[in-house]
């Protein structure tokens, strides 16, 4: 062990042991207890200063002489690691302290130890042995994965295919440290990843073993409640191809005095209550057993019962094992009968007769039950129990022995007999699973005891303890071996390490003279004893060695020191036990024994070694020395070697096979002897870890160079070390420089070509400094945030007062300004009240005044108005008599004057006509009067216009001036008259006043009446109102009531029909999921069957190559060529398959018989469970219907009136379908009548013959179907004879007929000839399955039809019944009979569409009747000349030439029979995707056989359909199955087969998939053939084409996914690299080999590409996304969950990077909606859970409301694996986990921790339609199809 001084060694103890360092302290109860120094330590100080974690200060002093110092903890961040050799500080408490935390807060047994797995028994069962994780585990390497048993038998299994060298795991721990169930474990996990060469079910043999042996080898002591009694070695054997051909047992020093005796709290080995709990069952009536209780051998520990155990049960499990292992039912019942016999002999009574003598009472009734069940006789049995025979030279004497010593040979003898059952079952099972071919390698499992130490130690003690001193000696070894081959493979100067050699102790025991040697000895003397052999062992090596001890107050005992402690042996049974003698005479009682069993037990009495010496079958190249030592003692006496002797020659063999292989260990611990799980004893585990050498490897560790990193590992993790200037591009010389730096001296460390080796300690050190590098760090990050926050904060502050200080000052200020206002609006209410007063006074002085001023000027203006027109009225005649003598003397002035001028301008015109008289007479005056003349003619023109305007314009305005003095004399006479009536109304008004008074007088007297009246009334009206107001609220209160009773009921109805809705829409919503459900369940199932059915084909097709190697002998010298390397080759052979192929089908009857009839067996097999199956899936459908038709039946009752006219309508629906069918017929027959009428009528007519010739055909075909028919039905009825015959064969022929048969079959013709036999029948049933899945498909369809329509009915009818609800009764009657109308117009209008679909398909008939007289038409001559020759004479009809006009190509490719090979070898098997396949239209090959097959179909003939189509399938299986692992040729058959299917639907003829089709394509349809079976075979083979994409995909992925999605940092220096142990993983840096994020993206882009060029539906790309994201989320997170060091917060951002990234190659794929993301989910969850916080309850509940796509188990696994990167982190605390786990109880889910990584989600195959012409194709010549003819 290593020292405190040698664990400080790296550097100084002053800068090691500093204050707040941690170190470990011895501790009486928990063994080692943590502290931290509160004052630096200092050379020389004798004491340390430390507290511990509870608090208290104590004072821890060194030792005076050695000054050790305790040892240092290692820090937090490496507590927990997987690797025990990672720990920086390697000693016991470090060691001690990582397994607690492991096992008591991570729940983690397993934990690495360098070479050694430690294995810590929870006593529970976890969840991490089942197939997902050994799935998970296969194929990894032992580091990248955390420790598991199924790590290590991983690594044995791949370094024994990888280095050619057998393996060996050799489990060792004491009595319930769980080696038996680990040792299980790792043997299923070999016969899981392995598998079996044969047939022979062998790892299922070998897992069969197991019941067995732990029934008759284990029992219940008081540390384990199924302890291993005995040690095994089993070999399990492997062929060269590494699968389990066989297995071998060797058992070593079972503990045969269990069979008679047990301590308390012990049972006896299970069998035994096996037996006594199955007593009353018919096999086990004639053992005459009873309860455990009664028996000596049973019910010495007084507790027969283990909790959890049914006995019952378990005899079941261990007679089922028998069975599998071929042990019959006849030596099942004799071992039962054996074992029984010694339960019975336990119970023999011996007496005392004498003190020298013994008897058995007579009749004993045990002894009786004894002798019938071993077939002896009772008197012999009873005589040789209680004497013995001595042999002397001269005679032989009988003498009586004493009771005890009777009882003692009684209880030999049942031991005895034990050993022979227990070496006879061993040699059976050994028997069982010896291998049947030649083994090539093997992996041997050793569970075998560990080191024993008890308060009274015997001789199995002495010689486990022996055993595990060797196997201690060959680990030691071993770890040394691995130590100094790392250091020359580094090339590290290497110093030899001394480490601890029990070569001593075990010198001591088998040498010359030692403890066996000297015993051994002891028995061969005539009074050899145990006293004396004690004082022999005294003498000898008490002063000679060291390790051989005395003790002081004993002489019967001796002391060995043992590697692992000492160990006091108490010497009384020594010898008897070494010896392990039996009574002769009582031997050969039991071989003369009736049962022969018993004495195939006892035959080989002299031959046999030991009961447990090596079983026959052995290999005999392991054991060369064992048979050297037979060999020289082989003689009759050879039985009586010693036991000792016997278990060394074992343990030879067994160390001579392990040193002959690699070994690896698993070291089982148990924690506690109370079995309480996932409790841990420091004490015993510090005792066991001391015993099975896990410390020893540390201190081995420890004294080299324990810590190991890779440069690059070193670089990325002490970067932050670093400088700039200190990196440079050589990482090798930047370490180097910087360790120069870092550690002084040079001893530390050393480089190795890969690696840095550091010494125990340094890699703390250089944590220390990374971690004080990154605290500074912090504090400086800190100092600045927290600065920043500060200033934050004070701004904050500044910027909250500055704020209030506004707002303060606002509010004074409004408060201010309110004030003013107050005031302000108090002075103007006072002004405006005060000016309201004066106004008021104002205002009535003014009207006072107004009054007065009023009257007064009403009184003046009256007085003036009379002046006024008094005035007016008088110059008004004034006006008018001035006027008219004024116009009488203007007038006769006027008279006067134009008299005068008359008279004047009379007398001057004479004047002037005598002067112009004279004038005239004058042409000079003439001309001079003239010359002026004009000028004064225009002069008086323009005078006389102006006049004649003016006098207008003066007329005008006399007009104007008169008509308005017309206009004012008519108002002024309005006036006057106004005038004059205001004046008369004035005179009586004057009278009224007085009236006006009297009567204003009276009215106010009856005014006075009126009010009094009035307030009167006033006071009734108020308390009337009074009444009825309150009257009105009590109605308004019933109202009230009345309408909430109104609601109330209205609610409820309408809650009620809301609830009746919800239910019944709840109700069809979970019908409707469960039917889809039903319906991906059986998808699934039937894809799988297709799956299944594809394995037994290849399964066939494997046996036949084998079958035909086996038959064929070759030449010597020569190798058969594969087919890949000559295409010649490949084309002559599916020319002879195809041949052959034409040859079984003309040849059916030597097909069945030369019928391969195991496959056959198998295949009826397979048959039976698909006709269980479906008879299972019709049961469920009828189950579907009952639950269909209750659902019915209650809908009916609830809607019985309703229901009643649509059921009656429904009835004369039928009724009128059924005339309408009948109708149809006879229109049929009428049409047919009418041809042929029309074709007897017109006989001379041209067209006439075809029509006949048309009717023949359809007639034949008529015939043709009804001939199909039958014959259908006679293969049926063959096929179940030959079903009959194969089941009678079956029970009539061995399968040593099948051999001789096989041999005789020399001819490839008849194994060709059975195995297309043999294919036939497939696809006959193959057809039926297919038949009935339709069958299926379309009842289900029918039920989603009525189940539609009943939901619609039910919609319509709580409709009707919501709205008759709310209308009165007579508007009920009206609304339901409108309803009914309605409903019966709908169905009318669907009987009108069901009309129109029978129109469309009479118009479909007789458009086939076109096209077959179009075709007789164009062939004219040829079509007559078929007509029978009595047609021809009776109707002597000339035919007619129709001239063929010439056509535009029709979209059909016409070859020769002889070319159908030559087009699929073409087409299928030579064309190349990469090749000539790229520069293709997508889906070519499908088009061009498409276009083929509808000129097979245009020409009516089936035979070349057939033949075409078969030929296709098997062409493009076969191109798979040779190239399956490529995936752009699996992609482009997935791509042409759905293109091949979806032509055939789209052509077809069926209208629902000739919706998108053009008039065109629809002319293109088949015309002849319904194609709809192999439109179903070819969906099948799709669907296998699909898996077998998946598979391939699956394959490329598989390796990228964990590297890139988990490993690699794509955010480079998020994650640090930790310190790791001796399993290195593998590196996150990514090399030039790594795979990254960007290599699944860029594959992932590649697969997308491949396929959009290949023209892979869109749909169907979004189902292989989908698959490939579901591969990828689940292999992820199954490794996240197995992955302790993949779980940090670090890696939880990269993986939700990487997952972000992933998204966007959909978005940008345009994918997000094909369902990839939701499968990446639980993933996404997982890496949140990394993130989130995980302290209180509120993170609790967040947690189990986020990760609701993660199970209970995933969400406590990731949280217990959950692992802090830096110092800076936490872990998760239990309680946080035990708070999960109880939130998280109730939640319904299964119990399983990984994803199921080989689920494939069923595929579909959506109908897509092409738009693509067929017309338009062009074949390219580098198809070499130059033989097809286009059409």
Not at 593 to 614: A, H, I, N, R, Y
Not at 1264 to 1269: I, T
Request: aromatic residues 6%; hydrophobic residues 35%.
């Amino acid at each position: 062990m290593e020292k405190g001084h040698d664990s400080s060694t790296s550097m100084a103890a002053s800068e090691l042991y500093t204050k707040f360092a941690r170190v470990w302290i011895p501790d009486a109860d928990e063994v080692w207890k943590s502290a931290e120094l509160t004052k630096n330590y200092k050379h020389g100080d004798s004491t340390l200063h430390l507290t511990l974690e509870d608090g208290m200060d104590i004072e821890h002093k060194l030792d005076d002489k050695t000054k050790n110092l305790p040892h240092l903890r290692n820090p937090d961040i490496l507590v927990g690691e997987n690797d025990l050799t990672a720990l920086s500080y390697l000693h016991e408490p470090a060691v001690l302290h990582n397994l607690k935390v492991r096992f008591t807060d991570s729940k983690l047994i397993y934990t690495y130890c360098g070479i050694v797995l430690v294995a810590i028994n929870p006593y529970e069962n976890l969840p991490i042995y089942g197939s997902d994780i050994i799935n998970a585990y296969s194929g990894q390497n032992m580091g990248d994965m955390d420790p598991h048993i199924f790590a290590v038998a991983e690594e044995a299994y791949k370094q024994m295919a990888r280095d050619e060298r057998n393996q060996s795991i050799i489990v060792s721990g004491e009595s319930g440290a769980g080696k038996t169930v680990s040792a299980k474990y790792a043997m299923r996990y070999f016969a899981t990843v392995s598998g079996a060469a044969t047939e022979a079910n062998v790892e299922e043999k070998v897992l069969a073993s197991n019941p067995i042996m732990e029934a008759i080898g284990n029992a219940k002591t008081t540390r384990n409640d199924n302890s291993s009694r005995f040690g095994k070695y089993i070999e399990i054997g492997f062929d060269k191809r590494y699968r389990i051909i066989g297995a071998n047992m060797r058992t070593y020093l079972l503990e045969k005095s269990r069979v008679v005796f047990q301590a308390d709290e012990e049972r006896n080995y299970h069998i035994f209550y096996q037996l006594c709990a199955s007593s009353h069952l018919p096999e086990f009536k004639n053992l005459k057993l009873g309860s455990a209780d009664v028996f000596h051998c049973t019910n010495q520990g007084r507790n027969p019962v283990i909790d959890g155990v049914d006995d019952a049960k378990e005899m079941c499990t261990t007679q089922h094992a028998f069975s599998l292992l071929g042990i019959n039912e006849l030596n099942q019942k004799g071992l039962f009968q054996v074992l029984a016999a010694i339960l019975h002999l336990g119970n023999v009574e011996i007496k005392d007769r004498d003190s020298d003598s013994s008897i058995i009472p007579p009749n004993n009734r045990h002894l009786t039950v004894f002798c019938e069940l071993m077939g002896v006789t009772y008197q012999d049995m009873s005589h040789w129990l209680c004497h013995k025979k001595l042999k002397t030279a001269q005679e032989t004497y009988i003498k009586p022995i004493p009771r005890l010593q009777a009882s003692n040979a009684r209880d030999a003898l049942a031991k005895h007999i034990y050993a022979k059952v227990f070496n006879w079952i061993v040699d059976h099972v050994n028997k069982s699973l010896r291998a049947t071919v030649k083994q090539h390698s093997f992996i041997g499992v050793l569970d075998i005891y560990g080191f024993e130490t008890f308060e009274i130690n015997s001789f199995e003690q002495f010689c486990i303890n022996y055993a595990n001193e060797k196997l201690q000696q060959q680990f030691n070894m071993h770890v040394f071996k691995l130590e100094q081959e790392e250091y020359l493979k580094e090339q590290i100067p290497w110093t030899l390490i001394d480490f601890y050699d029990n070569q001593p102790c075990i010198n001591l025991i088998e040498a010359k003279m030692g403890v066996l040697d000297l015993l051994d000895e002891e028995c061969k003397m005539p009074k050899g004893s145990d006293d004396s052999w004690a004082q022999k062992l005294y003498n000898t090596h008490l002063k000679t060695c060291s390790l051989f001890e005395k003790p002081r107050m004993s002489n019967k005992a001796f002391i060995i020191q043992h590697f692992a402690d000492k160990v006091q042996y108490q010497c009384d049974g020594f010898l008897e036990k070494n010896k392990d003698t039996v009574n002769e005479e009582q031997i050969n009682v039991l071989k003369a024994s009736k049962l022969d069993l018993l004495v195939e037990l006892f035959q080989d009495e002299e031959k046999v070694t030991s009961p447990t010496g090596t079983a026959p079958g052995g290999r005999t190249r392991l054991s060369v020395k064992p048979k050297q030592i037979r060999s020289a003692g082989a003689s009759s006496k050879e039985h009586k070697k010693t036991v000792g002797c016997q278990f060394r020659n074992s343990l030879a063999m067994l160390m001579e096979t392990l040193n002959a292989t690699t070994p690896h260990y698993v070291r089982c611990i148990k924690p506690n002897d109370l079995k309480f799980p996932f409790t841990f004893d420091p004490k015993r585990a510090v005792q066991q870890l001391r015993a099975c050498g896990v410390l020893e490897t540390i201190r081995i560790s420890a004294a080299g160079f324990p810590s190991r990193w890779t440069y690059q590992e070193f670089f990325s993790r002490y970067r932050v070390l670093m400088k700039q200037k200190d990196v440079l591009s050589d990482r090798r010389l930047t370490c180097r420089n910087v360790l120069e730096k870092l550690v002084q001296d040079q001893d530390k460390y050393q480089f190795g070509k890969t690696k840095i080796f550091f010494r125990a300690g340094q890699v703390a050190y250089l944590e220390k400094l990374r971690a004080d590098k990154l605290r500074k760090a912090c504090v400086r990050i800190q100092k600045t945030i927290r600065c920043w926050l500060v200033r934050k904060k004070y701004l904050r502050k500044k910027h909250a007062a500055i704020t209030i200080q506004r707002y303060t000052r606002g509010h004074q200020a409004r408060c201010l300004v309110k004030y003013m206002r107050q005031t302000l609006a108090a002075i103007t209410i006072q002004k405006f009240q005060r000016m309201c007063v004066q106004r008021k006074l104002y205002l009535q002085k003014q009207a006072a005044a107004l009054v007065m001023q009023t009257i007064l000027r009403a009184y003046m203006a009256r007085q003036k108005y009379q002046g006024l027109l008094r005035n007016h009225k008088a110059v008004f005649i004034q006006k008018h008599v001035r006027g008219w003598l004024a116009r009488q003397r203007y007038k006769r002035s006027l008279r006067a004057i134009v008299y005068l001028q008359c008279c004047i301008r009379r007398m001057k015109a004479k004047k002037e006509l005598k002067k112009l008289k004279i004038e005239a007479r004058s042409v000079e005056h003439f001309k001079k009067l003239n010359v002026g003349m004009e000028n004064k003619i225009m002069q008086l023109q323009r005078k006389l216009d102006e006049q004649a305007k003016d006098n207008r314009v003066t007329s005008e305005r006399l007009s104007c001036l008169e008509t308005s003095h017309a206009v004012e004399s008519d108002k002024l006479k309005v006036e006057v008259s106004k005038l004059k009536g205001i004046e008369e109304e004035a005179k009586n008004n004057a009278n009224r006043v007085t009236s006006l008074l009297e009567e204003l007088e009276r009215l106010r007297k009856e005014l006075t009446t009126t009010q009094k009246e009035k307030k009167t009334i006033e006071d009734w009206a108020t308390k009337y109102r009074d009444e009825m107001e309150k009257m009105v609220a009590e109605l308004k209160q019933q109202n009230g009531l009345l309408k909430t009773e109104k609601d109330d009921l209205n609610r409820m109805i309408k809650e009620q029909s809301q609830q009746m809705t919800e239910k019944m829409t709840r109700a069809l919503a979970e019908e409707t999921q469960q039917l889809e459900s039903d319906l991906n369940e059986e998808r699934s199932r039937y894809q799988n069957l297709l799956t299944e059915h594809l394995r037994l084909e290849e399964r066939y097709d494997d046996l036949k190559e084998e079958i035909t190697l086996s038959v064929s002998v070759p030449k010597p010298g020569h190798r058969r060529t594969d087919s890949t390397h000559s295409s010649n080759g490949s084309e002559c052979t599916y020319n002879s398959e195809f041949a052959e192929s034409e040859e079984s089908s003309r040849h059916g009857e030597d097909v069945t018989r030369g019928m391969d009839t195991s496959l056959t067996l198998k295949l009826q097999k397979r048959v039976t469970e698909l006709e269980q199956e479906k008879s299972s899936l019709r049961n469920e459908l009828e189950n579907k219907e009952e639950q269909f038709q209750r659902a019915r039946v209650r809908d009916d009752e609830e809607h019985k009136k309703s229901r009643g006219a649509e059921l009656e309508y429904e009835s004369l629906k039928r009724q009128e379908l059924d005339s309408e069918n009948k109708k149809l017929k006879h229109d049929l027959t009428a049409m047919r009548q009418s041809l042929l009428g029309n074709a007897g009528a017109g006989a001379g007519a041209p067209g006439s013959p075809p029509y006949k010739v048309l009717m023949d055909q359809l007639n034949s075909s008529c015939e043709e179907l009804e001939v199909r028919k039958e014959e259908v039905l006679i293969l049926r009825s063959q096929l179940v004879s030959q079903k009959e015959a194969m089941q009678h064969k079956e029970t009539m022929t061995e399968p040593v007929h099948y051999a001789e048969d096989v041999h005789k079959m020399k001819d490839s013709g008849a194994i060709t000839q059975a195995y297309l036999g043999l294919k036939e029948t497939n696809r006959l049933l193959e057809g039926q399955m297919q038949q009935q899945r339709r069958s299926y498909d379309n009842e289900v369809e029918v039920l989603r039809g009525e189940l539609q329509s009943v939901k619609e009915e039910n919609n319509r009818q709580q409709q009707l019944l919501a709205q008759n609800l709310q209308l009165p009764p007579e508007a009920r009657i009206e609304a339901s009979l409108q309803h009914e109308i309605t409903r019966l117009t709908n169905e009318n209008l669907d009987l009108m569409e069901q009309l129109e679909k029978q129109d469309k398909t009479i118009r479909k008939l007789k458009k086939q009747l076109k096209v077959f007289s179009k075709k007789i038409g164009e062939m004219g001559a040829g079509h007559v000349e078929t007509i029978s020759p009595g047609q021809m004479v009776e109707e002597t009809v000339r035919p007619v030439n129709i001239p063929r006009r010439e056509k535009d190509f029709q979209g059909m490719l016409e070859y020769k029979k002889e070319d159908e090979l030559k087009l699929v070898k073409n087409l299928i098997l030579e064309l190349k995707p990469r090749g000539v396949a790229v520069n293709l239209i997508p889906g070519l090959p499908a088009y061009i056989l498409f276009m083929c097959l509808r000129h097979a179909d245009y020409v009516n003939d089936d035979q070349k359909v057939r033949t075409l189509l078969t030929s296709t399938i098997n062409s493009i299986k076969k191109i798979l199955k040779k190239r399956g692992d490529d995936f752009e040729t699996v992609s482009f058959w997935l791509s042409n087969t759905c293109r091949f299917l979806h032509c055939l639907k789209q052509y077809s003829g069926d209208e629902s998939f000739m919706k998108h089709n053009t008039p065109k394509q629809n002319d293109h349809c088949l015309s002849n053939f319904d194609l709809a079976e192999y439109r179903q075979v070819l969906s099948d083979l799709a669907i296998q084409i699909y898996q077998q994409l998946i598979k391939c995909m699956e394959n490329i992925l598989q390796p990228m996914i964990v590297s890139g999605m988990l490993e690699h940092e794509t955010i480079q220096g998020v994650s640090g690299v930790k310190p790791t142990g001796l399993r290195k993983r593998t590196s996150s840096i990514a090399d030039e080999g790594t795979y990254t994020l960007e290599s699944i993206l860029r594959q992932l882009s590649a697969f997308h590409s491949t396929m959009c060029q290949h023209g892979t539906d869109p749909e169907l790309i979004k189902q292989v996304v989908k698959q490939q994201f579901y591969i990828i989320g689940a292999v992820t997170l199954n490794n996240l969950l197995l992955r302790k060091d993949m779980c940090s917060w670090s890696k939880g951002m990269q993986i939700r990077y990487n997952v972000s990234q992933l998204e966007e190659w959909l978005r940008d794929k345009s994918l997000m909606l094909c369902g990839a993301k939701e499968t990446l989910e639980p993933l996404i969850q997982a890496a949140q859970l990394l993130q989130v916080k995980k302290k209180t309850d509120e993170d609790a509940e967040a947690i189990c409301s986020m990760c609701n796509s993660l199970s209970t188990s995933q969400i406590v696994k990731v949280l217990n694996l959950y692992t802090p990167v830096n110092e800076f982190e936490e872990r998760v605390s239990v309680t946080f986990i035990r708070t999960i786990q109880t939130r998280l109880r109730d939640r319904c889910e299964t119990p399983q921790l990984l994803m199921d990584t080989k689920i494939i989600y069923p595929v579909t195959f959506p109908f897509n339609p092409s738009s693509l012409a067929l017309e338009t194709i062009q074949i390219p010549g580098s198809l070499n199809l130059a033989f097809l003819t286009r059409v």
